[in-house]
């Protein structure tokens, strides 16, 4: 039997109520389907959201996930703010390292791809070696060329991974999983940009009190500068938020007059 999880609309853009108790078996009911073809997640955060409102492929990509977890906490406040149910927030680190040990209790299957080779050799010896029981069945750096790419996703599709986990390097980023989840066809697909690199040891990641604060962007606009401009796009999402709130609510269908 399916589990129900909420799904709720912040912005139009849709938010998954996933208790962090519940993550188990949410991620092993999505996996019994195997007949249903592939399953995105997608871990929003704020720019992602407002990316959502005016990119249509993306917008299209993120309504079809299967799983569409908040990872910033201004999509908390928000939709608090406007709906009054509090989602989930999940630090993408921890919340890969929670679906893998999902993933190695039954001795299920993952592939990695884009990276580095030497951040994706280390991220598969590292992996091995903490997840025994989760089966690598492949890897494939990033920046490949056009022309192997129909092979690559046949590779991809034979092997049948419970979890394609995609990195950085791949031309198109999670767009690239939305342009051909029909041809891979096959399990759980998730992008998290750098997590190969923190994986590899080359990259750290916020600590549970400036994630839990959420401050995580003040170390990433120091890594990248020009992020600090975001800061407009922080308040453009604010004001949409008020905007939103101040919304006549329309009344429902059985209740207007003709």
């Known amino acids: 039997m399916e589990l129900t999880r909420e799904r709720i609309e912040l912005l139009k853009v849709p938010l998954d109520i996933v208790p962090h108790d519940k ?11 195997g007949g249903g073809g592939g399953k995105n ?27 569409v977890i908040p990872i910033s906490k201004s999509l908390v ?19 890969i390292i929670a679906a893998l040990t999902i993933l190695e209790k039954r001795e299920r299957t993952i592939y990695l791809l884009g990276g580095k080779t030497a951040a994706l050799a280390k991220t598969e010896k590292h992996l091995r070696a903490t997840f025994p029981k ?30 394609l986990l995609v990195n950085e390097g791949v031309s198109g980023g999670e767009r ?27 990259k750290k990641r916020p600590s549970k009190v400036v994630f839990d604060n959420g401050l995580e962007w003040v ?21 949409l938020l008020v905007v939103y709130k101040l919304r006549p609510k329309q009344a429902p269908l059985s209740a207007q007059t003709p």
């Open 23 to 33: 993550l188990e078996e949410i991620i092993f009911d999505l996996l019994k389907d």
């Open 77 to 95: 406040r928000g939709a608090r703010f406007l709906t009054g149910k509090v989602p989930q927030r999940y630090m993408p680190f921890n919340f």
């Open 41 to 67: 997640i997608v871990l929003l955060s704020v720019w992602d959201l407002l990316r959502a409102r005016h990119n249509v492929e993306y917008r299209e990509y993120v309504r079809g996930a299967a799983l």
């Open 176 to 202: 690239w999983i939305a342009r051909n989840s029909v041809s891979l066809n096959v399990g759980l697909r998730l992008w998290v940009s750098d997590i190969f690199d923190v994986f590899a040891k080359r």
């Open 134 to 163: 989760l089966r690598i069945v492949g890897r494939f750096p990033g920046r490949f060329k056009k022309h192997t790419e129909e092979t690559l996703i046949q590779v991809i599709r034979k092997s049948a991974p419970s979890l």
């Open 219 to 239: 170390g990433f606009c120091f890594q990248s500068p020009l992020r600090f401009f975001r800061i407009f796009r922080y308040l453009y999402y604010n004001i």
